[in-house]
T-cell receptor, first 116, second 115 residues
Framework: AQSVTQPDIHITVSEGASLELRCNYS??????LFWYVQSPGQGLQLLLK??????LVQGIKGFEAEFKRSQSSFNLRKPSVHWSDAAEYFC??????????????FGKGTHLIIQP | GAGVSQSPSNKVTEKGKDVELRCDPI?????LYWYRQRLGQGLEFLIY????????KSGLPSDRFSAERTGESVSTLTIQRTQQEDSAVYLC?????????????FGPGTRLTVL
């Protein structure tokens, strides 16, 4: 079965600084990888996803993520954070068969705090 | 267009009572998913529907949990004889099809508190 580890429970970054949120996955086949953001009082919103092809994927709100098979990682990055980026970030993996039957397996999330 | 909606947004119940949670998916979405999010935890997949069929119910935590879906529309998650351990936010998501290449759109969730 697949699993996802987000090593950092909390991260504090100054506004305007760069950001990297770590995600490691465990899955035997080619993974389907996702990053979601959950802002207070709002549902989860998809930031970006990776299925195949170019290992650097661009998402919404200026986020990008890089798939590194050798490291089983899919880290999320942003060059310059804004106060509105403060939220909970979840990395998720889906079964490589492409079917939704197993749903998505989520990490426990990283809480991002932005300092003025 | 309208997104995924869930009701109620909050539910407080006493241990042993039954509760019913409702999810209205995005119109035209054939796949619907239920997840549970306990405090400080990631989302836990419970069950999915393709149309009104749920091929695999093994993700439901116990036989007190059941779910149904009417056509390709509303779904209800029912928890019988609630326990304090059932306290969590229950999230619903829908996608156009059940392929993982289709984005899952999440609702705002129902926060269930079992006293």
């Amino acid at each position: 079965a697949q699993s996802v580890t987000q090593p950092d429970i909390h991260i504090t970054v100054s506004e305007g600084a760069s950001l990297e949120l770590r995600c490691n996955y465990s899955y035997g086949a080619t993974p389907y990888l996702f990053w979601y953001v959950q802002s207070p009082g709002q549902g989860l919103q998809l930031l970006l996803k990776y299925f195949s092809g170019d290992t650097l994927v661009q998402g919404i709100k200026g986020f990008e993520a890089e798939f590194k098979r050798s490291q089983s990682s899919f880290n999320l990055r942003k060059p310059s954070v804004h106060w509105s980026d403060a939220a909970e970030y979840f990395c998720a993996v889906g079964a490589g068969s492409g079917g939704g039957a197993d749903g998505l397996t989520f990490g426990k999330g990283t809480h991002l705090i932005i300092q003025p | 267009g309208a997104g995924v909606s869930q009701s109620p947004s909050n539910k407080v119940t006493e241990k042993g009572k039954d509760v019913e949670l409702r999810c209205d998916p995005i119109s035209g979405h054939t796949a619907l998913y239920w997840y549970r999010q306990r405090l400080g935890q990631g989302l836990e997949f419970l069950i999915y529907f393709q149309g009104n069929s749920a091929p695999d119910k093994s993700g439901l935590p116990s036989d007190r949990f059941s779910a149904e879906r009417t056509g390709e529309s509303v779904s209800t998650l029912t928890i019988q004889r609630t326990q304090q351990e059932d306290s969590a936010v229950y999230l619903c998501a829908s996608s156009l099809w059940s392929s993982l290449t289709d984005t899952q759109y999440f609702g705002p969730g129902t926060r269930l508190t079992v006293l």
